[in-house]
């Protein structure tokens, strides 16, 4: 008998226990839904696009018809204001949120440009960053530290990924 016999010999009649042990193991990771969020997230029309850092939740919601992004503190249960980010003529794509909750990432449609936007928290500010060479930008995370982005962007009809550092 060659050693592959052998060896399936001696473990076959162990594959049931395996599947036991496995399914068993599996079994006590179950997730608990955070009920008042996500009855307070039922309010709005539609949410998409999380980023969970930490205790921060940022999300893409309607409302009336209109998206904006949201930032929630999980620890306390609100919803942040945003002053200076949700513009009435701005269509949010995608949203990315650091671990201390004071940037956030956003591409959003402008005035028929889509453009990548780092939001402070802290100063009210959203200011466009520049993609180089040029393209359009789809998807954005930022990194826990809010020191690097890493941006979807199509150029010339394929979709590369650009990192960005910042200051």
Known sequence: MNRA?????????????????????????????????NQALEQEESSREPSLAGRWLALISARQGRDRVQLVDLDRGVQLPL??????????????VDVSGERLAVV??????????????????????????????????????????AVEVSRNGLWQIDLISLP
């Open 83 to 96: 002053p200076g980010l949700n513009r009435p003529d701005a269509q949010p794509l995608s949203v990315s």
């Open 108 to 149: 959003r449609q402008l005035q028929g440009r889509t453009e990548l936007v780092l939001y402070q928290r802290s100063l009210g500010n959203a200011r466009p960053l520049p993609i180089t060479p040029a393209g359009v930008p789809r998807r954005v995370h930022l990194r826990a530290d809010g020191r690097q982005l």
């Open 5 to 37: 016999a052998a060896a399936w010999r001696i473990l076959a009649p162990l594959l049931p226990l395996a599947g036991l042990l496995l399914a068993g193991g599996c079994a006590g990771l179950q997730p608990v839904p955070l009920v008042a969020l």
